[in-house]
């Protein structure tokens, strides 16, 4: 089973922050990783696929890169909208998940 | 746009099967080119994929729960259903279903909790 790590669980940050959410895989995975945005009582939402590829309606604030075992998602200029829990997922092979990382409003 | 709903028994007692219904609107399950399935959420925790049907009928299911797993389709209604048996405490979940293009989810339902109960 490939593992998905993300640091840190919890992010406290301020609007307009620059924040950065890393994910990490315990085996390579190329660049088969995608990124979604969970609020409460909802279905998460797909931000990024293939690492960096942005999903069509998605700011562009939101990026992504890496390969390989590491990965991140920046958010630049934090939004009140984007306080919310990322989860990373991998898909090289079967699809896991990351345990999220909470951004939450300083 | 694709929606998809999820239905089915909101409490499930321990050793039965959980059964739940996925209804799929703007959208056929048998074409393009698209996988029909399910994620779990327990309360305050992770995403888990439990597994998902290609467009075609093929199924492919998480290695963990495969001895348990069962997801069928009635096209004549578009929509796709999961059986998992012999539930225990620790299949108490959030239960989304889901559209996958390329293995990620592009469409979730809103999901469905699911209490299993002794």
């Known amino acids: 089973d490939i593992q998905m790590t993300q640091s840190p669980s919890t992010l406290s940050a301020s609007v307009g922050d620059r924040v950065t959410i890393t994910c990490r895989a315990s085996q390579s995975i190329g660049s088969w990783l995608a990124w979604y945005q969970q609020k409460p009582g909802k279905a998460p939402k797909l931000l990024v696929y293939k690492a960096s590829n942005l999903e069509s309606g998605v700011p562009s604030r939101f990026s992504g890169g890496g390969s390989g075992t590491e990965f991140t998602l920046t958010i630049s200029g934090l939004q009140p909208d984007d306080f919310a829990t990322y989860f990373c997922?991998?898909?090289?092979?079967?699809?896991?998940f990351g345990g999220g990382t909470r951004v939450e409003i300083k | 746009q694709v929606q998809l709903q999820e239905s089915g028994p909101g409490l499930v007692k321990a050793s039965q099967t959980l059964s739940l219904t996925c209804t799929v609107s703007g959208g056929s399950i048998s074409s393009g080119d698209y996988y029909w399935g399910w994620v779990r959420q327990h309360p305050g925790k992770g995403l888990e994929w439990l597994g998902y049907?290609?467009?075609?009928?093929?199924?492919y299911y998480s290695p963990s729960l495969k001895s348990r797993l069962i997801i069928s389709r009635d096209t004549s209604k578009n929509q796709f259903s999961l059986r998992l048996s012999s539930v225990t405490a620790a299949d108490t979940a959030v239960y989304y279903c889901g559209r996958f293009k390329n293995n990620v989810v592009e469409f979730w339902g809103q999901g469905t909790l699911v209490t299993v109960s002794s």
């Open positions: 997922q991998q898909y090289n092979t079967y699809l896991t």
């Open positions: 049907m290609y467009y075609s009928g093929s199924t």
